[in-house]
């Protein structure tokens, strides 16, 4: 069935890195949008990023601009995001999640992954 | 960037009243908006796509209708199932803002 399935979160100091992955299974997955979003404990749902179909354009969200990069792997069907200099207001659950409509990049959001849990802590 | 509003931010409802709620953009983004639920502990999931229509296997006493920069979630006959967080997002540009969610109980 369609899926996505999101590792690679853990626990982090503030100034370090981390890359999460995001694999996807069911659908073909070089013909949809991708993007990552958060959820910081307690708060609502924020848009983090998002590569397109052709991984030819990226959008980041001001807060992680410059410190985040997305990119995927056609080839093992896995879609990551690489987060440098994390700050503590950057723990939260990271879910990944697909776009709605083949090689499109306005819609909504269909499938979504569970989610996994980053923490920047000292 | 668009930001996103939501009214109210928390409504307590009875089964099978009729539920409403309100998103506004800060700007015109023609029916590029989406609504989704999110229950405790789970991923959001996707309700409403482009301002009106129903995703498949949704059921069908929720509904979504507005244009520009005013839009409405309604549940037409509220359900103990449906107590979750309600979010609507826009994707008519980068980023993708999501308004801040109205969380739906029962009395």
């Known amino acids: 069935q369609v899926q996505m399935v999101e590792s690679g979160g853990g626990v982090v100091q503030p100034g370090r890195s981390l890359r999460l992955s995001c694999a996807a299974s069911?659908?073909?997955?070089?013909?949809?949008?991708l993007h990552w979003v958060r959820q910081a404990p307690g708060k609502g749902l924020e848009w983090v990023a998002l590569?397109?179909?052709?991984?030819?354009?990226?959008y980041y969200a001001d807060s992680v601009k410059g410190r985040f990069t997305v990119s995927r792997d056609s080839s093992k069907n896995t879609f990551y995001v690489q987060m440098n200099s994390l700050r503590t207001e950057d723990t939260a659950v990271y879910f990944c999640?697909?776009?709605?409509?083949?090689?499109?990049?306005?819609?909504?959001?269909?499938?979504w992954g569970r989610g996994t849990t980053v923490t920047v802590s000292s | 960037d668009i930001q996103m509003t939501q009214s109210p931010s928390s409504l307590s409802a009875s089964v099978g009243d009729r539920v409403t709620i309100a998103c506004r953009a800060s700007?015109?983004?023609?029916?590029?908006l989406n609504w989704y639920q999110q229950k405790l502990g789970k991923a959001p999931k996707l309700l409403i796509h482009?301002?009106?229509n129903l995703q498949s296997g949704v059921p069908s006493r929720f509904s979504g209708s507005g244009s520009g920069t005013d839009f409405i979630l309604t549940i037409s006959s509220l359900q103990p199932e449906d107590a979750a967080t309600y979010y609507c997002?826009?994707?008519?540009?980068?980023?993708?803002?999501f308004g801040p969610g109205t969380k739906v109980d029962f009395k």
């Open positions: 999640a697909r776009g709605l409509e083949v090689a499109a990049t306005f819609c909504g959001l269909d499938v």
């Open positions: 069911g659908f073909i997955f070089s013909s949809y949008t």
């Open positions: 590569i397109t179909y052709d991984g030819g354009n990226k």
């Open positions: 700007q015109s983004i023609s029916s590029f």
């Open positions: 482009k301002a009106s």
């Open positions: 997002q826009q994707s008519y540009s980068t980023p993708f803002t």
